[in-house]
């Protein structure tokens, strides 16, 4: 396990910690020195497909929506950490909320680029850190979706009431999905996202007959809300304190 900190060209300095994958989510809590959340808010999922004004309502929703619950409830927010769709939306939220500051990117080492992480050798698809994020975990993978179970362990060491957020997203955030059901975890789906959102949003809503395995299961867990991506920031700030203060 090592631990930096870099410096990005806006100022911010962020906390790094590289992990092996068999890294004990205890070691890298103390490593990362984060305060301890009252609650965690998971964020999967990207901005594939996505019209600029959806794109747009999507940035007012983190900003007016989530950052504020986070910052009233003391809440961690948990995301991939890099510099593409809903991750760098949420780190501009973030920049822009005055007592928001703890954003926790967890992403696959393989895949980043970054000129102060030592051996970062993305290749064609690889990614760069959002710069607005306070941590980060690196974890020694060099596929997307291998930070996915160290994501959820982390999140789970925490002990704090966790409520997932899906936005759109593939093959990875619908693993990220199930695997949060599964752990009980409440799932606000944001419907007209896109992709697996919508997928998953239609089996729930409409009880259309879910098109695999995984979205049956998700829908019939009993722990999928949906809240519609054109609804106000109001109404997400309501659902999300909610769901994390039930």
């Keep these: 396990m090592r631990k930096n900190t870099i410096t990005f060209e806006n100022g911010n300095r962020a906390v790094v910690i590289t992990v092996p994958r068999d890294a004990s989510a205890q ?3 103390e490593a990362l020195e984060i ?3 009252r609650a965690v808010i998971l964020l999967f999922g990207g901005a594939a497909g996505l019209d600029d004004s959806r794109k747009a309502h999507l940035a007012t929703l983190f ?7 986070a910052a ?3 809440a961690l927010i948990i995301d991939g950490g890099t510099q593409s769709g809903v991750m760098a939306m949420m780190g501009e939220a973030v920049a822009q909320s005055a007592g928001t500051g703890q954003l926790l990117g967890i992403a696959p080492k ?5 000129p102060e992480i030592a051996g970062a050798s993305a290749g064609s698809d690889g990614a760069s850190l959002e710069p607005n994020h306070s941590h980060f975990v690196l974890v020694e993978s060099a596929e997307w979706g291998g930070e996915t179970g160290k994501m959820l362990e982390l999140a789970r060491a925490f002990n704090a009431p966790i409520v997932a957020m899906l936005v759109n997203g593939g093959a990875i955030a619908a693993d990220e999905a ?6 009980g975890w409440q799932l606000l789906v944001v419907e007209g996202s896109g ?3 919508d997928e998953l949003s239609a089996a729930v809503r409409d009880r259309q007959s879910a098109k695999s395995v995984k979205v049956s299961e998700i829908a019939r867990s009993s722990r999928v809300a949906l809240f519609h991506v054109d609804d106000p920031a109001e109404k997400l ?8 203060c039930r």
């Design 72 to 74: 009233e409830l003391g």
């Design 110 to 114: 393989g895949k980043i680029m970054h």
């Design 27 to 29: 070691a890298i809590l």
């Design 237 to 244: 700030r309501d659902e999300l304190h909610r769901m994390l």
């Design 35 to 37: 305060t301890s959340p």
């Design 178 to 183: 199930l695997e949060s059901v599964r752990n």
């Design 63 to 69: 900003a007016d929506g989530v950052t504020p619950v």
């Design 195 to 197: 992709r697996f959102a």
